[in-house]
């Protein structure tokens, strides 16, 4: 017979409601009235009375282990402490089984276009209820029942979650650096990216990292982004000799946790795959940027997120976060695929979400922690403004580069003066001639990035009209912005910010560079210098986005075969180009030694073997007619075995 210590009683609810009870699903009616579900379902919360009456019940205890009900010390040998992410995890035996925290109901969204919704909304509205009562929020959140649970279904599931638990044991994915190493890192990445996505509730993830209980999928995230952007002198500092061997690692880790479906947080997972989406492979890779991000808005999706005003939230604090976290996706969406030529993923007439308003981004709970940093009112205002942008853009790609226009989209005309409208609205901190502090810099200056691409984007097709042929004068205005972003650009790495850049930085400063590059093909005497050192400037901005990004040396590599040899070596970078020569030859000397397959399991991994193959770049980037008819040369020149020597020096 087992041990008295060891028997569980069998726990269950002590009341449910009526329409909890008539659907047997968990019901918190106890800690609420009206209870969860019945807020959901707009239902009468109304508990019965026992048929068994009112009178003391003494139960037996049941030895039983649903997976559900393991705690985590369960898992732990005798005298093992729980596992904790500020330890290194030699010094720990597990980590707690993940498990839908009690009370929560799980939930599915079903739209409006969903038959079960209507049948719902009739019910609603049945005669004993009458139809005054029918809901100002359409319910598009359902219950989904609990299962029956059975001893032979708990234990095959505990066992299932003790071996997957041992694999990703195994193969590392619980391996945490230092503690020393791990703060270096956190602080990297609340400094440099939770500014501009605001993903996390910071004091949330404080408490979590700090009593041991934080998700090993997201911590794995956040360290792969903070050694993406720590400085060099922070890196320096890591047991890491390579960064981009230690950002596989930490990427690999995560990528084998979700892979084993460890998680079974769904918000939590969307956080994780939002941040992994900043992986940038080779040109060949499945998993690159838009498969995770694709992950992750088909998840917010399915929870809802995309007709959020609909939706009725347990806490303040839940719907802010939500709002953020659409947000982020919406605005990381809109500059991939206007980077890549793609369609998105989100389409605005499929969702129903308010803007941003500084109200979602202001934090309740202050974190008094250097490693957590502080909110400033740069932060505030950054993500709003961002997400405002990322309206517009959608509005000037499908004005301009869309195959089928259609007859409803704004003119040319009415887009310029949204971007007008947008800078005259601007909050004074948000200003380009905020420079109050280095932070205040770095988004001022990511803002308005952002702010002069979208003009680039909007009259490129003017400017790159060759100059023999009629056109509008207001080509000019793509220079101009382009000209006002290498200014920035300038700035920014006055203070060695560059480098700390998101990804989207990359595009504006692409973007930017082709407009010089033109503009200096087209142009002689001290014009043409300009140009050359404007572009320059840029070769160098995207110089320092290499650190962090892994710059996709096939996009440049394009760049450069469609320029003549003359123009190629004008824009060398002489300063920069042996050292950085040298430091491309350390990385490929070094690479990475871990690799995680589908299986869980791990292997070496060679990153050379996408720029091995040339012949495969091609249809990749999106050159527009207009490109190849003023930069493009003869086949012969453009492959020019020169242009791809000089490529590699700088880059």
């Known amino acids: 017979m087992a041990d008295e210590a060891t028997r569980h009683v069998r726990t269950r609810a002590k009341k449910?409601?009526?329409?909890?009870?008539?659907?047997?699903?968990?019901?918190?009616?106890?800690?609420?009235?009206?209870?969860?579900?019945?807020?959901?379902?707009?239902?009468?919360?109304?508990?019965?009375?026992?048929?068994?009456?009112?009178?003391?019940?003494?139960?037996?205890?049941?030895?039983?282990?649903?997976?559900?009900?393991?705690?985590?010390?369960?898992?732990?040998?005798?005298?093992?402490?729980?596992?904790?992410?500020?330890?290194?995890?030699?010094?720990?035996?597990?980590?707690?089984?993940?498990?839908?925290?009690?009370?929560?109901?799980?939930?599915?969204?079903?739209g409006e276009s969903s038959p079960l919704t209507c049948m719902i909304d009739e019910g609603r509205r049945s005669p004993d209820r009458g139809y005054t009562h029918?809901?100002?929020?359409?319910?598009?959140?359902?219950?989904?029942?609990?299962?029956?649970?059975?001893?032979?279904?708990?234990?095959?599931?505990?066992?299932?979650?003790?071996?997957?638990?041992?694999?990703?044991?195994?193969?590392?994915?619980?391996?945490?650096?230092?503690?020393?190493?791990?703060?270096?890192?956190?602080?990297?990445?609340?400094?440099w990216f939770h500014p501009c996505f605001l993903i996390l509730d910071r004091a949330s993830v404080y408490k979590s990292y700090t009593d041991g209980s934080i998700s090993p999928l997201l911590l794995q995230s956040m360290l792969f982004i903070g050694v993406s952007l720590c400085t060099d002198t922070a890196f320096a500092s890591t047991e890491f000799p390579v960064r981009y061997s230690a950002k596989f690692l930490f990427y690999s880790r995560a990528k084998a946790i979700y892979d084993a479906d460890w998680e079974t947080n769904k918000v939590i997972k969307l956080q994780s795959m939002f941040m992994l989406s900043f992986w940038r492979g080779g040109p060949s890779e499945e998993r690159d940027?838009?498969?995770?991000?694709?992950?992750?808005?088909?998840?917010?999706?399915?929870?809802?997120?995309?007709?959020?005003?609909?939706?009725?939230?347990?806490?303040?604090?839940?719907?802010?976060?939500?709002?953020?976290?659409?947000?982020?996706?919406?605005?990381?969406?809109?500059?991939?695929?206007?980077?890549?030529?793609?369609?998105?993923?989100?389409?605005?007439?499929?969702?129903?979400?308010?803007?941003?308003?500084?109200?979602d981004i202001q934090e309740d709970e202050a974190v008094d922690d250097r490693i957590f940093?502080?909110?400033?009112?740069?932060?505030?205002?950054?993500?709003?403004?961002?997400?405002?942008?990322?309206?517009?853009?959608?509005?000037?790609?499908?004005?301009?580069?869309?195959?089928?226009?259609?007859?409803?989209?704004?003119?040319?005309?009415?887009?310029?003066?949204?971007?007008?409208?947008?800078?005259?609205?601007?909050?004074?901190?948000?200003?380009?001639?905020?420079?109050?502090?280095?932070?205040?810099?770095?988004?001022?200056?990511?803002?308005?990035?952002?702010?002069?691409?979208?003009?680039?984007?909007?009259?490129?097709?003017?400017?790159?009209?060759?100059?023999s042929t009629p056109h509008e004068d207001n080509g000019h205005i793509a220079l101009e912005a382009a000209t006002k972003s290498t200014r920035i650009i300038e700035d920014m790495l006055s203070y060695n910010l560059v480098q700390h850049g998101p990804t989207h930085l990359i595009t504006h400063a692409f973007s930017t560079l082709c407009i010089h590059t033109i503009n200096?093909?087209?142009?002689?005497?001290?014009?043409?210098?300009?140009?050359?050192?404007?572009?320059r400037l840029?070769?160098?901005?995207?110089?320092?986005?290499?650190?962090s990004w892994d710059l996709e040396n096939w996009v440049l590599d394009l760049f450069f075969r469609c320029l003549d040899d003359g123009t190629a070596r004008n824009l060398r970078l002489q300063d920069?180009?042996?050292?950085?020569?040298?430091?491309?030859?350390?990385?490929?000397?070094?690479?990475?030694?871990?690799?995680?397959?589908?299986?869980?399991?791990?292997?070496?991994?060679?990153?050379?073997?996408?720029?091995?193959?040339?012949?495969?770049w091609y249809g990749l980037f999106n050159f527009t007619d207009d490109y190849t008819d003023v930069l493009a040369s003869s086949q012969p020149d453009a492959l020019n075995l020169q242009n791809l020597e000089f490529l590699y020096r700088f880059l």
């Not at 840029?538 to 650190?547: A, D, I, T």
């Not at 070094?590 to 991994?605: A, E, K, L, N, Y």
């Open 576 to 616: 920069a180009s042996a050292e950085v020569g040298q430091e491309n030859a350390d990385e490929e000397n070094v690479m990475p030694d871990v690799r995680t397959g589908q299986d869980g399991s791990v292997d070496v991994h060679n990153v050379t073997g996408d720029l091995a193959a040339p012949q495969d």
């Open 373 to 467: 940093g502080v909110q400033t009112v740069e932060h505030v205002y950054y993500p709003v403004e961002m997400a405002k942008l990322a309206r517009i853009l959608r509005a000037i790609v499908s004005n301009q580069y869309l195959p089928n226009q259609s007859t409803s989209a704004p003119s040319r005309a009415t887009l310029h003066q949204q971007l007008q409208s947008w800078e005259s609205n601007l909050p004074s901190t948000m200003k380009l001639d905020n420079k109050s502090t280095p932070g205040a810099i770095f988004l001022v200056g990511l803002l308005h990035m952002t702010y002069n691409n979208l003009y680039i984007l909007l009259y490129r097709s003017l400017f790159l009209q060759p100059p």
């Open 538 to 547: 840029c070769l160098l901005g995207l110089q320092e986005l290499q650190k």
């Open 134 to 191: 029918a809901l100002q929020k359409t319910r598009l959140h359902y219950p989904i029942p609990a299962r029956l649970e059975t001893t032979a279904r708990d234990e095959s599931i505990h066992a299932y979650k003790l071996k997957t638990e041992e694999n990703l044991q195994r193969d590392g994915a619980f391996s945490y650096p230092p503690i020393d190493t791990q703060k270096t890192l956190l602080e990297a990445y609340f400094t």
């Open 289 to 359: 940027t838009r498969f995770w991000l694709g992950i992750g808005i088909s998840l917010a999706q399915k929870r809802g997120m995309h007709m959020m005003s609909k939706l009725s939230f347990t806490s303040p604090a839940e719907e802010k976060l939500w709002k953020r976290i659409w947000w982020a996706l919406y605005i990381r969406d809109q500059q991939s695929s206007a980077a890549l030529g793609l369609p998105p993923r989100i389409r605005d007439e499929d969702c129903d979400v308010a803007m941003l308003e500084p109200e």
């Open 520 to 535: 200096c093909c087209r142009t002689t005497g001290t014009s043409r210098k300009l140009a050359e050192h404007r572009a």
């Open 16 to 110: 449910a409601c009526i329409p909890c009870n008539r659907r047997r699903i968990r019901c918190n009616v106890l800690q609420m009235q009206p209870c969860q579900n019945c807020v959901a379902m707009n239902a009468h919360c109304e508990v019965g009375v026992s048929r068994r009456g009112k009178y003391p019940r003494h139960k037996a205890a049941r030895q039983r282990t649903p997976a559900s009900d393991v705690s985590p010390s369960s898992l732990h040998d005798d005298g093992a402490s729980i596992a904790s992410p500020v330890q290194s995890f030699k010094d720990h035996q597990s980590v707690p089984i993940p498990a839908h925290p009690a009370g929560v109901v799980q939930t599915v969204f079903l």
